[in-house]
């Protein structure tokens, strides 16, 4: 069976720390040798940007679904056909999340490397020759630690680039078919989540989308805008999302003028 690509970093560099603990930093050359192997089997150890390509399009087609599918939860009171039908205009906004995402893992892919080779690269200067006392097990781990953590990091970027992806197809959405409000849903009573308090305060909080028909026609009372505030999912790792309102009805009534009370309940002739 071949060696994984992670199992020939960690050997290369097991040779490469124990030649530096039996001869110290003696030449330049020996540690120019040794970057050079080490950045190439760390390379080999992560994902290639072509695979990093597939596994977010693949990632991120799959939350698009997913949002359309459970559309009914963000857009209160608009038929499956109002959402669908909005199909072709999401794929710039999905092309967008995906470049984005895929620059953001290839850059922390990059980080990684440098990392590693700077970690490396410290660590072997600073041996002085015949040591007896590195310890390579610890070496070994502090050296490989920005290399473990990758798919980590790219698994985050991937959540948080899906949660802007979330928004934007709502906001699309909720543009197409006149939403008129938005209620913002934080997350901040799930445990040990990391939640903005500005936003735990706009939680259930109604805001008003601007120029919306029910507002032109003195329906509706404005209050705050939600073009006010920072979006949904824009800050990093805001998890938070708004759900859409569409109807006079679904508004509480100290949102509602009095011609917007009295058209919801017509007095009877
Ligand atoms: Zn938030």
């Known amino acids: 069976m071949p060696k994984s690509p992670s199992r ?28 050079s192997r080490l950045r190439e089997a760390a390379m080999a150890s992560l994902k290639s940007p072509e695979q990093i390509d597939e596994d977010v399009r693949v990632a991120l087609k799959q939350v698009s679904r997913r949002v359309i599918r459970k559309s009914p939860r963000y857009h209160r009171g608009l038929g499956r056909y109002a959402i669908q039908r909005v199909g072709n205009r999401l794929a710039p906004e999905l092309e967008r999340r995906i470049m984005a995402s895929v620059d953001l893992i290839r850059l922390h892919r990059q980080e990684a490397i440098e990392k590693t080779l700077q970690r490396f690269s410290g660590l072997a200067t600073s041996i002085p020759p015949g040591t007896r006392t590195l310890d390579k097990r610890e070496a070994r781990t502090q050296i490989s630690k920005s290399l473990r953590q990758m798919n980590f990091e790219a698994r985050r970027v991937v959540i948080d680039q899906g949660h802007k992806l979330i928004n934007a197809v709502n906001s699309v959405i909720a543009e197409d078919n006149g939403a008129i409000a938005a209620v913002w849903h934080s997350h901040w009573r799930q445990p040990g989540y990391d939640y903005r308090p500005d936003h735990k305060e706009r939680d259930e909080q109604l805001y008003a989308v601007r120029g919306n028909w029910a507002i032109t026609d003195g329906l509706m009372k404005p209050g705050h805008y939600l073009d006010e505030i920072t979006q949904p999912g824009q800050e990093v790792f805001c998890r938070c999302y708004v759900s859409y309102l569409y109807h006079l009805r679904d508004l509480p009534d100290d949102r509602l003028t009095k011609k917007g009370r009295q058209s919801l309940n017509p007095p009877e002739a």
Not at 8 to 28: C, H, N, P, Q, W
């Open 8 to 35: 020939r970093f960690s050997e290369t560099l097991t040779i490469a720390l124990e030649e530096f603990a039996k001869y110290g930093y003696d030449s330049r050359s020996r540690l120019d040798y040794w970057m």
